[in-house]
């Protein structure tokens, strides 16, 4: 079992920068792929971004490449979501999640992550 919790999340306003962070915790006999997503309700849940256990690979989905970054601390056990330029639309709840093993999901897509945190929300407004 991996748990995983998610912070820094908040009311911010266009143009401002957030970094979320994704603290894990449990099975750590492995270092797992994190991967980020975003929750709109009435949405799919969209894949933003993930990282390999080692930080040495990293994809991002089409719409927040240039914006977003990643990046992971396994001495920490934490993995980081830059978010810079916030617009109204990156409004959502972000979540983490991991894969059971060490592989490594490169589609963002929910199916392939086993573990999932409760997300933190992010809100851009003026």
């Known amino acids: 079992q991996l748990q995983l919790v998610e912070s820094g999340g908040g009311l911010v306003q266009p143009g401002e920068s957030l970094r979320l962070s994704c603290a894990f915790s449990g099975d750590t006999s492995v270092d797992h792929a994190i991967g980020w997503f975003r929750q709109v309700p009435g949405k799919e849940r969209e894949g933003v971004a993930c990282i390999s256990g080692s930080g040495a690979t990293s994809t991002f989905a089409d719409s927040v490449k240039g914006r977003f970054t990643i990046s992971r601390d396994n001495a920490r056990k934490t993995v980081y979501l830059q978010i810079n330029d916030l617009k109204p639309e990156d409004t959502a709840v972000y979540l983490c999640?991991?894969?059971?093993?060490?592989?490594?999901?490169?589609?963002?897509?929910?199916?392939?992550?086993?573990?999932w945190g409760r997300g933190t929300q992010v809100t851009v407004a003026s």
């Open positions: 999640a991991a894969p059971y093993g060490s592989w490594y999901p490169s589609q963002l897509k929910s199916s392939e992550f086993d573990y």
